[in-house]
């Protein structure tokens, strides 16, 4: 796994996007690895520029990195590349594959054991997004930093 420490993207200090990258490739030691490098993302980003991120925001980023890489290191031959930003108030998730079938969620079913990665994805994030690439597909998760303040259910907006 190759790590790219937090960075600057962007021309000007306004514009700057702090962010994590690693290609990741070979077994399922690296789905660990992934999350490591989403925490120490984020820790880094508290400590080195101030951001608030709530503990709820670092656990749910390493679920759902965790179920993202597994994804793709279950179904896509070849490499994985892993990026977390922080984008406004969000962190944002995006794993890229070499397969360009995108995942649907099945439907719930208490009695299926395993399988169920998407759809804790899609439950616990404030957006979900997968698209096709020239190569292969990214699918990008976005997670809220700070708890809710008006107590809204993950991935749900109050009525």
């Known amino acids: 796994m190759e790590a790219v420490p937090v960075d600057e993207d962007g021309t000007t200090p306004g514009d700057r996007v702090l962010h994590a990258t690693a290609a ?14 989403a925490a120490d993302f984020l ?15 670092m656990d749910l980023t390493q679920l759902v990195v965790s179920e993202l890489v597994t994804n793709a290191i ?11 930003r922080i984008a406004g108030d969000t962190v944002e998730v995006a794993v890229w594959d070499s397969d360009p ?3 649907v969620a099945r439907a719930a079913d208490v009695g ?9 994805v899609m439950a616990v994030c404030q957006s ?6 020239p190569v ?9 930093l ?8 993950a991935g749900h907006r109050p009525l």
């Open 112 to 120: 299926r054991v395993g399988q169920h990665g998407l759809e804790i």
């Open 136 to 144: 292969g597909k990214r699918i990008t998760a976005r997670i809220a």
């Open 101 to 103: 079938v995108l995942p």
């Open 74 to 84: 279950k179904y896509a031959p070849g490499p994985v590349l892993l990026d977390v």
């Open 128 to 133: 979900f997004e997968a698209q096709r690439e």
């Open 146 to 153: 700070l708890d809710d303040p008006g107590g809204a259910i």
């Open 43 to 57: 820790a880094r980003v508290q400590a080195d520029h101030g951001l608030p991120v709530s503990q709820r925001a």
């Open 24 to 37: 990741l490739d070979g077994d399922g030691t690296v789905i660990a690895q992934a999350r490591h490098l």
